[in-house]
Each structure stands twice: as structure tokens, then as C-alpha cells.
T-cell receptor, first 113, second 114 residues
Framework: AAGVIQSPRHLIKEKRETATLKCYPIPRHDTVYWYQQGPGQDPQFLISFYEKMQSDKGSIPDRFSAQQFSDYHSELNMSSLELGDSALYFC????????????FGDGTRLSIL | AQKITQTQPGMFVQEKEAVTLDCTYDTSDQSYGLFWYKQPSSGEMIFLIYQGSYDEQNATEGRYSLNFQKARKSANLVISASQLGDSAMYFCAMTLYNTDKLIFGTGTRLQVFP
């Protein structure tokens, strides 16, 4: 079965640079989520999209933005990167509903030098 | 405020034994969902099992079962017949009716030894 595809798997950037993370959800899933997991921490919700519209927003810095495109893939854009942005970034997808399991991609490991 | 608490930072279990990972939650909502995820050292996040707040029976998925005690606000994960491949971090998480975002606990690291 098709899973959530994230790219790139690893990304190394320097402070003040920009980064774009991509996510391709499971076909027919209408909701996409982004989570940030710092070292040794639990994942923290950033933002979600339902049918290409932003549906919920969490602790996402103003330096970050995200969108979902007509083909349902999503991109997380990060600017003015800081050392503290080093983390594992997950994309997850599901059918709409709080009772629907979210299926996660393998994540993008972002390292800021 | 909604919160998930996992009080066991680490657990050890011998292969083929059963193990229970504790999870308590705090919410005033009547409608919510409870999830367990497994995160191996390779980093991916794997969905294991789901329990809805209105489900009367405990959820089961293969070797995984969820011991749901609504009055105690607990949703413990039971893994039967542990295998070496079960060694991983396990996260309990919750969603609420009006939001689909997952609220995670701090996780329990399970180590299975031969």
C-alpha cells in the first residue's frame, strides 16, 4: 500500500538560510498535517490542511509557512533558519475526522549548522 | 488544558512476555480519540491502535490491545508475546472532537531483551 512520501530525507542548512520540505499524502487522503519533533522530544503539531485549505494551526513560527497544492501535495517553507529549528519534521495524512488514524511519512531530518 | 501523561520513561521486558505501557489523559471533552504510535530508532512513526471515547469494547490489533478505563482516564497499551523488534519508543496521543491534531505524551522507551 502507498505510504506518505516526504522529501528530502535529510537536509543540512546554515543559519539564516531557507528550506522547503515536501510531502505527498496517501492517495484519497484529504487532510495533511505537519509535526516537528526536536531531539528527545514528542512531536509537536505545526499546521494542517483539509482539501487544500488551512484547517488548524499550532505552534508554527511566523518564519514558517505551508500550503497544499491542487494535487494534494504539501510543502513546508522555512526561512531565516535558526539552530533551534534542527529537528525531525513529519508529514502525516488521513481522512478527515478526529477518529481517523494519521499515517506518517518517514520524516525529514533538518540539521542547522 | 488537554494533556497526555506517560509516567514510564523506560520499560524492560523479556522476549515472549507481555508488557503494559501506561497512558493517562486529561480533557473535559466528551468526544475524543486515543492513539498509540511506535517510533523505532530509525525514526519513522508507526500507527498501532485507536480507541474512541464512545467505544465500549477495548480495541485490539493483533498483539496490541488497549486497556481503556474511561472513569480513570487511562488508555494503557498492552503488548502480548513481546518480540525483539518491539524495542522502540511508544507514544500515546489524543485528538479532540473539534480538532484533528494529535497531542502526544512524552513517550515510553521499551526495550525487549532475549
Amino acid at each position: 500500500a502507498a505510504g506518505v512520501i516526504q522529501s528530502p530525507r535529510h537536509l543540512i542548512k546554515e543559519k539564516r538560510e531557507t528550506a522547503t520540505l515536501k510531502c505527498y499524502p496517501i492517495p484519497r487522503h484529504d487532510t495533511v498535517y505537519w509535526y516537528q519533533q526536536g531531539p528527545g522530544q514528542d512531536p509537536q503539531f505545526l499546521i494542517s490542511f483539509y482539501e487544500k485549505m488551512q484547517s488548524d494551526k499550532g505552534s508554527i513560527p511566523d518564519r514558517f509557512s505551508a500550503q497544499q497544492f491542487s494535487d494534494y501535495h504539501s510543502e513546508l517553507n522555512m526561512s531565516s533558519l535558526e539552530l533551534g529549528d534542527s529537528a525531525l519534521y513529519f508529514c502525516a495524512s488521513s481522512l478527515k475526522g478526529s477518529n481517523q488514524p494519521q499515517h506518517f511519512g518517514d520524516g525529514t531530518r533538518l540539521s542547522i549548522l | 488544558a488537554q494533556k497526555i501523561t506517560q509516567t514510564q520513561p523506560g520499560m524492560f521486558v523479556q522476549e515472549k512476555e507481555a508488557v503494559t505501557l501506561d497512558c493517562t489523559y486529561d480533557t473535559s471533552d466528551q468526544s475524543y480519540g486515543l492513539f498509540w504510535y511506535k517510533q523505532p530508532s530509525s525514526g519513522e512513526m508507526i500507527f498501532l491502535i485507536y480507541q474512541g471515547s464512545y467505544d465500549e469494547q477495548n480495541a485490539t490489533e493483533g498483539r496490541y490491545s488497549l486497556n481503556f478505563q474511561k472513569a480513570r482516564k487511562s488508555a494503557n497499551l498492552v503488548i502480548s508475546a513481546s518480540q525483539l523488534g518491539d524495542s522502540a519508543m511508544y507514544f500515546c496521543a489524543m485528538t479532540l472532537y473539534n480538532t484533528d491534531k494529535l497531542i502526544f505524551g512524552t513517550g515510553t522507551r521499551l526495550q525487549v531483551f532475549p
